[in-house]
């Protein structure tokens, strides 16, 4: 776990996550379709939870909006960002913490979850549904679970496919064409079908999954793509409007898995 987290404080003590989603169309679009699906599974008076809220670009949005938001965030430069983004609003905590312990939290505490994070640095199986499990847990009865989540298949794509092919295969896949996890690949991207199968025992009933910003990340690595505002105001309406679909999932670099948790009897 102590690799984990030391390797998490020197990618974002070099990388400025406050601009992330701001700085490219990629940004822009993955913030606006990520937006318009808490935006409709939240509702007036909800306590939404954010774990991994990174500087807090959608906690301190939705706490602008009225919701009581919690946000939750393990890299320490990341949370001073955060906190001192979020001063002047009162519906809004940040704390330090990790996804993989929750305790902090009573159990059925929030109306929506969302995991907009971690699931890019969890390498172990056993750490990935620990995440799950405690994201679940705090969540309330009949509450909506929103988790992001990388393809692998978007990270050969962007960052492999004109430089070293092979390279980005070996350090992606097994011969088996079985996806890989560990440390040292900072981010890690999954299969859609692996993802979704690891909510299978779990208490929560599927909703959907979204493609969070299409292939943007792959077009903005052509030096020579431009795209005018209004062109880019089509393309956000035209992405609504296909990002469920299962053939556009996979060349998306993020991607989002919606869930409910079920009511037990």
Known sequence: MENRIEMLRTIYGKFDEDKRLTASRQGQLEYFITM????????PGDKI?????????YS???????YDVTAVELVESNLEVLKKNAEGLENISAFQGDALNLGSFDDNTFDVTLVFGPMYHLYEEKDRHKALDEAI????????????????HAIMMSNYLSVNFKEGFTAN???????KHF????FTGFDIAEFEEMFEAKP????????ADSILEIAERNPDFKMSDEDFGLFLNYQMNICEKREMLGLSSHLLYICRKIRCL
């Open 204 to 211: 929560v009933e599927y909703i959907t999954t979204v493609a």
């Open 36 to 43: 318009n699906y808490v935006d409709k599974y939240t509702k």
């Open 137 to 152: 847990r705090v969540t309330k009865p009949d509450g909506v679970i929103l988790v992001a989540f990388l393809s692998v």
């Open 183 to 186: 440390t040292e690949q900072a």
């Open 173 to 179: 896949f097994d011969e088996d064409y079985k996806v």
């Open 49 to 57: 939870l954010e774990i991994g809220a990174g500087t807090g670009r």
């Open 60 to 66: 301190i949005e939705l706490a602008k909006n009225g």
